[in-house]
């Protein structure tokens, strides 16, 4: 599976931003996908998740209630609309593939069998 992140940009504090991440191949259906985003000089960090039909959404602490995660099956392509947009959410955005079955929650790294490369968010002042 391979994975392409867009979306990404420069936005002020309180705007937003939709990512988007095509996967190529025909096992898109088989695979939980997922956001993560990693800082200058911090570790990568869990951001959401969708599971494979669409029925599941996690989120982490910091975004819940602002981020939205969602999937299109028939673009095999997942979306982020990150409303609200604040300094700290700053950093490159990765989408992710798990073909783990039965995740529930945060994702650890560890989960992911596929990464795309990161599109960057940049949050001003």
């Known amino acids: 599976v391979q994975l392409q992140a867009s979306g990404g940009g420069l936005v002020q504090a309180g705007g937003s931003l939709r990512l988007s991440c095509s996967a190529s191949?025909?096992?898109?259906?088989?695979?939980?996908m997922g956001w993560f985003r990693q800082a200058p000089r911090k570790v990568r960090e869990f951001v959401a998740a969708?599971?494979?039909?669409?029925?599941?959404?996690y989120y982490a602490g910091s975004v819940k209630g602002r981020f939205i995660i969602s999937r299109d099956s028939a673009k095999n392509t997942i979306y982020m609309r990150m409303n609200s947009l604040k300094p700290e959410d700053t950093a490159a955005y990765y989408c992710?593939?798990?073909?783990?079955?039965?995740?529930?929650?945060?994702?650890?790294?560890?989960?992911?069998?596929?990464w795309g490369r990161g599109t960057q968010v940049t949050v001003s002042q």
């Open positions: 992710a593939a798990s073909s783990l079955a039965g995740i529930v929650g945060n994702w650890s790294t560890g989960y992911v069998d596929y």
């Open positions: 969708i599971g494979r039909n669409g029925g599941s959404m």
């Open positions: 191949g025909r096992t898109f259906r088989s695979y939980d």
